[in-house]
C-alpha cells in the first residue's frame, strides 16, 4: 500500500514537471539521438558478426532478466553498452516497486541489416545506446512509465518516445551524462 501510495505521489509529481513535454516521435529527437552517437564516437554495427565481436570484447554487456525486468522472446541480441544496462536494472527495479509487476524489454542493440522496415534510417539501435520497453497495459502503470521516463528526459538523460507499431516506448540513453548522474546521485 506505502509503495503504490508513494508512487501515486511521483506520477503527480512528474506529471506537474514534465507537463510541456511529449512521447510523440520527432525527426528532431531522432537527430539528436544519432547526433549524441557520432559525439560519443561509437561504432554502427552493421550485422550480427559485429554485434557479437563487440560483445566477446566486453564493450557490449548482456542482459539476463532478472526479478525487475524480462526480455522479450523476440529479442534477438540481449547485448548493449553498460550504461543502458545500469539503465534497465534501476529504471526495472523502481517500476517493480511501483507496479508490481516486471519491465519488458522488447529490443536492444540491434545491427544496420536487422532494422525493421519502420526504423528510423538514423537509429541508435545499431550503436547499442538505446533500448526498446513494452508499453504497460495497466494504465496507472504506463502513466508512472511516462512520468519516469519524461522526467529523465527533462533532465537530458535519455530521450524516450512512445511508437504504436508494435506498441512500446523507444529510449535512447545518453551514456555520458546517465552515467555522472548515476555517480553523483549515488555518491551523496
Not at 509503495?3 to 514537471?17: P, Q
Not at 517493480?96 to 541508435?124: F, M
Not at 522526467?151 to 516506448?169: C, F, I, M, T
Request: charged share 25%.
Amino acid at each position: 500500500m506505502k509503495t503504490r501510495i508513494f508512487a501515486a505521489i511521483l506520477i503527480l509529481g512528474f506529471v506537474a514537471e514534465a507537463q510541456a513535454q511529449t512521447l510523440r516521435w520527432s525527426k528532431a529527437a531522432m537527430e539528436k539521438q544519432h547526433q549524441k552517437a557520432v559525439e560519443l564516437e561509437l561504432t554502427r554495427l552493421e550485422n550480427g558478426e559485429e554485434v557479437e565481436h563487440f560483445a566477446r570484447l566486453g564493450i557490449l554487456v548482456e542482459l539476463f532478466g532478472d526479478e525487475n525486468y524480462e526480455l522479450d522472446v523476440w529479442v534477438s541480441y540481449p547485448y548493449t553498452r553498460p550504461t543502458v544496462k545500469l539503465f534497465v536494472e534501476r529504471l526495472s527495479k523502481q517500476y517493480r516497486e511501483a507496479c508490481s509487476e516486471k519491465l519488458v524489454v522488447t529490443s536492444l542493440t540491434r545491427p544496420a541489416d536487422e532494422q525493421p522496415w519502420n526504423a528510423s534510417p538514423i537509429s541508435v539501435h545499431p550503436y547499442g545506446l538505446s533500448v526498446d520497453l513494452r508499453t504497460p497495459e495497466n494504465k496507472p502503470c504506463r502513466k508512472w512509465l511516462e512520468a519516469t521516463l519524461l522526467s529523465l528526459e527533462k533532465q537530458d538523460l535519455v530521450d524516450a518516445g512512445r511508437e504504436s507499431n508494435p506498441p512500446h516506448y523507444h529510449v535512447a540513453v545518453f551514456i555520458d551524462r546517465y552515467r555522472a548522474f548515476v555517480t553523483e546521485t549515488t555518491s551523496n
